[in-house]
């Protein structure tokens, strides 16, 4: 059994055994962590917000070979993001794009772009608009799990510089007009949404901090992203139907405020 040693983010926890947990992590140096944190959930030790979501650790682990499942031997935290539990909707936001990586990555690939890509999510959710951090943490986890299509050619024809694009959610490509016919499914997406999605391509976190997004790019940038993830994973994201439960909440008091 080797010994590692890395920085992680706590993805999720769950009760193992009488005084154990179960710790889904999410490291910098070897992607997805599993491991068994013994011993844990006796009264006084450790401190009670270690194994809390969206905390950022340094762990050490024995790596079992024959088993996803690990022993994780120490956690000492280096940042708790309490800030992130301050306001529901950024609360439910965090979950969202935890619940995103832990789909949407297998342990032991390692990707470092997604663990900034936390760091960066975790650090801004609070100052800036929810909505526009969780479309750019989409776009980016897609791309660098290589589920995002090439938005530059049509992938019928080949055809490059489309002036109008289809998207097929089934088959996760996109089509020129002439072959969307071969796509039943396949949907015009507006130049907007084409524009934000390349321009968060191409752009770190700071220019894309300050794009403009427009309340309807990001309702049809939402939807698309939903529509996509839900045929590849089969089912939709537990923590999505969360974050929309909490929106509808905001929109009825809002309302009620107003009359
Ligand atoms: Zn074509």
Known sequence: MAIQKTEAFVLRSQPFRSS?????????????????????????TPHPSTFEPFTLLEIVFYEKIRSELHL???????????SLRGDLEILATAYYLVEMVDQLTEPHDPHEPVFELLHFAFQFL???PPSLIARFFEVRILNEVGLLPHFSSCVGCGQTHLERIYFSVKQGAVFCPKCRQKSTEARLLTGDVVEAILFFMEHGFTESAQYPLGVNTNREMEDLVGRFLTDRLGRWLVTKKFLNQVRSIKAFEARSEAT
């Open 20 to 44: 154990s947990l179960i710790v889904t992590t999410f490291s910098r140096s070897f992607g997805k962590i599993k491991g068994i944190a013994k011993g844990v959930r006796r009264e006084g």
């Open 126 to 128: 609070p100052s800036l």
């Open 72 to 82: 994780l031997s120490e956690a000492s935290v280096l940042k708790t993001f309490e």
